[in-house]
């Protein structure tokens, strides 16, 4: 019998997956729908992302124009974006809502990337987390008589190298946001 690594691996992609969704979250001055994609609008009933109840394009470099589907949830989604606390202005007018992205200084750039210095630990301890769960597993097989102490071994690298791969992709994704926020 073999070790599966797809269990790791499915956790990897979740774990990339979810550091991304926290990178597209800080915004770096430039207008980003992405920035938006975390926050929900009660619509009829329900809670809906900004992108499925109206059209979020870049007006300018530095500000988004969102143009609701339907008027009446102009003010619901101006309250949501100046409640997320996303360091955005607002104004809205006949168009629509423009939504500000103002231009961080060196203070707050080197907030941002403290902050998401700190999102990539978590992410690679979640890394550490799960590897270590393998571990355990590949332990337990190998004492259980599934297989050897050579496939083990080899496992074990295999599952090393996985992990490496992973902190390799984590790493690539916190050098270009960090890139981006010092305007590199």
Known sequence: MSYDFTK???EKEKIINYLSSEYRSIQTGTASPQVLDLLSVDSYGSKMSISHIASVGVETPANLLIVPYDKSLLKEIEKVINEADLGLST???STGLRVFFPKPTTESRQKMVKLIKEKLEEAR???RNVREDSKKE???ASKDGEFGKDEETRYLEELQEVVNEANRELEDMY???EKDILGE
């Open 8 to 10: 790791f691996k499915e």
């Open 91 to 93: 104004s809205s007018d």
């Open 125 to 127: 301890v979640k890394v």
């Open 138 to 140: 590949i332990e337990k």
């Open 175 to 177: 050098n270009k946001k």
